[in-house]
């Protein structure tokens, strides 16, 4: 690995059990754990659809390696615009993992607050409430590869941004027009990130997700200890342009990071690349750009 760079492992495979493990293990170094509360986030949207929510087995063996790394316990956090985290947990098969694991279960619709900054449509200043739990832990999100009806796509960041805000009213306030929503995204993304991103993409789900998409026999599985590095990565294994992806573009240049700063392990990404079928509303979710320069707007707004 060259000094100073960002690694994102990228893995090939029909088994998220073991590509999960592998793509965990080839970033094994750069992940550092505080002493901080381990809170993972699983992406339940819809708790009836399957394919739209990340799969048991992809938070086993995450846990699994968190737990070699030293951590004892850990908390199970979910926040659903449809259905509760309870039913979550038991559709999806998840209470079993408290029999391996020490697991507490927590619903973040019910959390406590603390508010963020955010935008409305006129890109105006709204205020957001988002799980305190969450800004008090080590954060590791585990997600399914998808496309998205806002933003293109949904992966490891929007798993935690939109999973935070507590309540269903919150999760509307934060869809805007395409413009407010990436604008809010990377605004909210200075206030709370994954430390740890985990995208599974071994089925993903293409066309009208995050919810009524169709799947795809993707295979890739990526990991990162970067908060966004590895969604960077995983947009361009699904076929997709950094500059089409609003609210990444914009966290990337918060961060003064460009593509040059990241290096990918394992598989290459024309190697495993296939391209996700996008939302039948892709044209209007490309319109994100602000005229002009973007910062004054953003930074009017916190």
Same mark, same amino acid.
């Given at each position: 690995?060259?000094?100073?760079?960002?690694?994102?492992?990228?893995?090939?495979?029909?088994?998220?059990?073991?590509?999960?493990?592998?793509?965990?293990?080839?970033?094994?170094?750069?992940?550092?754990?505080?002493?901080?509360?381990?809170?993972?986030?699983?992406?339940?949207?819809?708790?009836?659809?399957?394919?739209?929510?990340?799969?048991?087995?992809?938070?086993?063996?995450?846990?699994?390696?968190?737990?070699?790394?030293?951590?004892?316990?850990?908390?199970?956090?979910?926040?659903?615009?449809?259905?509760?985290?309870? &039913?979550?947990?038991?559709?999806?098969?998840?209470?079993?993992?408290?029999? &391996?694991?020490?697991?507490?279960?927590?619903?973040?619709?019910?959390?406590?607050?603390?508010?963020?900054?955010?935008?409305?449509?006129?890109?105006?200043?709204?205020?957001?409430?988002?799980?305190?739990?969450?800004?008090?832990?080590?954060?590791?999100?585990?997600?399914?590869?998808?496309?998205?009806?806002?933003?293109?796509?949904?992966?490891?960041?929007?798993?935690?941004?939109?999973?935070?805000?507590?309540?269903?009213?919150?999760?509307?306030?934060?869809?805007?027009?395409?413009?407010?929503?990436?604008?809010?995204?990377?605004?909210?993304?200075?206030?709370?990130?994954?430390?740890?991103?985990?995208?599974?993409?071994?089925?993903?789900?293409?066309?009208?997700?995050?919810?009524?998409?169709?799947?795809?026999?993707?295979?890739?599985?990526?990991?990162?200890?970067?908060?966004?590095?590895?969604?960077?990565?995983?947009?361009?294994?699904?076929?997709?342009?950094?500059?089409?992806?609003?609210?990444?573009?914009?966290?990337?240049?918060?961060?003064?990071?460009?593509?040059?700063?990241? &290096?990918?392990?394992?598989?290459?990404? &024309?190697?495993?690349?296939?391209?996700?079928?996008?939302?039948?509303?892709?044209?209007?979710?490309?319109?994100?750009?602000?005229?002009?320069?973007?910062?004054?707007?953003?930074?009017?707004?916190?």
């Amino acid at each position: 690995m060259a000094d100073g760079k960002i690694r994102v492992s990228l893995v090939s495979g029909p088994d998220r059990t073991s590509t999960v493990s592998e793509a965990l293990d080839l970033i094994a170094d750069q992940v550092e754990i505080p002493d901080r509360p381990v809170l993972i986030k699983p992406n339940f949207v819809s708790v009836n659809v399957p394919l739209c929510a990340t799969h048991v087995d992809a938070v086993r063996s995450t846990l699994a390696f968190l737990r070699d790394k030293g951590v004892e316990s850990f908390t199970i956090a979910a926040g659903p615009a449809i259905g509760t985290a309870d &039913e979550g947990f038991d559709n999806y098969g998840y209470r079993p993992l408290a029999d &391996e694991f020490d697991v507490a279960w927590l619903d973040l619709n019910r959390d406590d607050t603390v508010t963020v900054p955010a935008f409305d449509d006129d890109l105006n200043a709204q205020y957001l409430n988002m799980s305190r739990t969450m800004a008090e832990s080590y954060v590791v999100s585990v997600t399914r590869t998808k496309t998205h009806n806002n933003v293109v796509v949904t992966l490891g960041l929007k798993n935690i941004l939109v999973g935070t805000l507590v309540g269903r009213a919150e999760k509307q306030k934060i869809h805007q027009g395409s413009r407010a929503i990436n604008l809010t995204l990377a605004k909210m993304a200075q206030h709370v990130a994954p430390d740890l991103t985990v995208l599974d993409g071994t089925e993903g789900m293409q066309g009208n997700g995050p919810v009524s998409g169709d799947p795809i026999d993707s295979r890739i599985t990526l990991a990162s200890a970067h908060s966004i590095a590895a969604d960077v990565v995983g947009l361009q294994a699904m076929g997709y342009r950094l500059d089409q992806v609003g609210y990444l573009r914009y966290a990337m240049e918060l961060r003064g990071l460009t593509l040059d700063d990241i &290096e990918v392990v394992g598989e290459r990404i &024309e190697d495993v690349q296939i391209d996700f079928r996008p939302h039948d509303n892709i044209a209007g979710q490309l319109t994100w750009p602000v005229d002009g320069d973007w910062r004054p707007v953003f930074d009017a707004v916190g």
